[in-house]
């Protein structure tokens, strides 16, 4: 997909803007500086705004740029932004639509937009538009272009370059023999760079076809590509029918390499074949931080140890509690470490991040822990079981989602990197918080 890309990247404080944006809830008296920003920029700014806010910025936005935009947006933000555009606004999207482009952005695009787009193809473009939506959003048929050159060996370049005058657009030049099958790649700014009496054969150069359901994702990370290179070729049953840009690929290792930085690994930084000594360093500091936790997980538990030898079933029910804490805090610390690694979380807007998770926490925390409390009641025939388990499970999905929203948050702001400790001190608060209600409601209630 070749998106516009400015050059000039304009100097602007983003985070300063965002607080602006928000505290001002106007972001009309900044229309000036955000038509100024670059592609980048401005997606920075939408997915560190609202949803309510976001429909104001998207109307300053050039809607030549509406399609690069929606397609650097991360999927969820580009989903909920068309869902909220009025319909008039579809029908501009829809006039500025470039096929290609809606190709690779179609799993993101609701569907009626996509019948409307394609409805307003030729009969031979709608129908090579619907052939490529049959393939999956990371197989090459679903980005291969249909406009290319099929010519034979031997033919001048003077012939080629008048079928090139002739057609109205052409993505890539191929030789071929009698029965389609690929000979060789010419570079189209070779043949006008070559004598027009010399044959392609002259300008030909050696390549490798990829199958049409083969990955695109394989491909960009098995593939050498070479120099001068605009387009593979696409071969269905052992021939020639289409090619696709190098753009594309490139692009979903663009993908691939963004979503590696958001790791979690404590091991992130480690040379694979470094020195014992370092490495053991590195993950040592973590481990002994991490056995100091569970030593105060382990303190908390002792304090109610009476309760525990009496009420068997509290030892039981234990890891479901620190279980449930602890997978409500990692959902929460991936979206906050991510939104972190893209620099869309900010000290302007963190709260409103905060807000929506304590929301969810709630929402799954009753929802789940009604689930688990119905089983538990059943299961030892004790009402007063089940309702323990339920407050300590909403109880630990508050901490769970102010914890994975504010620790990595905050470890951020005292450099140290959030994907690396986070996690160590989530635990400790989910389990320690999670316990502390747990056994603290059941010492109360059975003793």
């Known amino acids: 997909m070749m998106m516009k890309v400015e050059d000039v990247v304009l100097d602007v404080n983003m985070e300063e803007l965002v607080a602006k944006i928000l505290l001002n809830k106007q972001p009309e008296e900044y229309f000036d500086t955000i038509k100024k920003l670059t592609i980048f920029q401005q997606v920075q700014l939408i997915e560190s705004l609202p949803a309510e806010i ?16 929606i397609g650097y947006l991360q999927a969820e933000t580009s989903k909920n932004l068309i869902r909220s555009l009025p319909v008039e606004e579809h029908s501009k999207l829809q006039k500025v639509a470039i096929a290609a482009e809606v190709l690779l952005l179609a799993d993101k695009l609701p569907k009626s937009l996509i019948d409307a787009i394609m409805l307003d193809q030729d009969e031979k473009s709608s129908l090579e538009f619907q052939q490529a939506l049959t393939y999956s959003d990371d197989q090459v048929g679903r980005f291969a272009h249909r406009n290319i ?22 993505s890539a030049v191929f030789m071929v023999d009698s029965e389609r099958n690929l000979l060789g790649y010419i570079p189209i700014a070779a043949l006008f760079n070559n004598d027009e009496n010399d044959i392609v054969d002259d300008v030909a150069r050696p390549v490798q076809s990829v199958e049409h359901d083969s990955r695109v994702s394989v491909i960009a990370t098995t593939r050498q590509f070479e120099e001068g290179m605009d387009y593979l070729p696409v071969v269905e049953n052992g021939k020639v029918t289409a090619a696709i840009s190098i753009s594309v690929i490139l692009h979903e290792v663009q993908a691939s390499l963004t979503n590696n930085t958001i790791s979690e690994a404590p091991v992130q930084d480690e040379d694979l074949f470094g020195p014992v000594n370092v490495a053991m360093r590195g993950r040592g500091l973590w481990l002994c931080i991490n056995l ?13 140890e009476g ?23 990692s959902q929460t610390l991936a979206v906050t470490v991510r939104g972190l690694a893209l620099k869309r979380i900010t000290t302007a807007n963190i709260k409103l991040l905060y807000r929506k998770e304590m929301k969810i926490a709630l929402l799954n925390g009753v929802l789940i822990g009604a689930i688990i409390a119905m089983v538990v009641a059943y299961w030892f025939d004790s009402v007063q079981l089940g309702l323990i388990i339920l407050c300590a499970i909403v109880v630990n999905s508050f901490a ?48």
């Open 54 to 69: 976001r429909l104001n910025i998207w109307h300053c936005i050039d809607p030549l740029n509406w399609w690069s935009l």
């Open 149 to 170: 050159l099929r010519v034979r060996k031997g033919i001048s370049i003077a012939s080629v370059i008048d079928r090139l005058k002739r057609k109205d657009f052409i």
């Open 292 to 304: 100091a936790t569970a030593f105060l997980a382990s303190w908390v538990i002792g304090f109610f």
């Open 307 to 329: 309760a525990i030898q009496q009420v068997v079933a509290l030892a039981i029910l234990m890891p479901v509690v620190a279980s449930m804490g602890g997978i409500a805090g």
């Open 400 to 447: 769970a989602a102010a914890s994975g929203t504010y620790i990595p948050f905050v470890l951020e702001k005292m450099n140290v990197d959030p994907a690396v400790a986070s996690a160590v001190v989530l635990t400790t608060v989910t389990d320690v918080i999670g316990f502390t209600i747990f056994l603290g409601l059941g010492t109360i209630i059975f003793l």
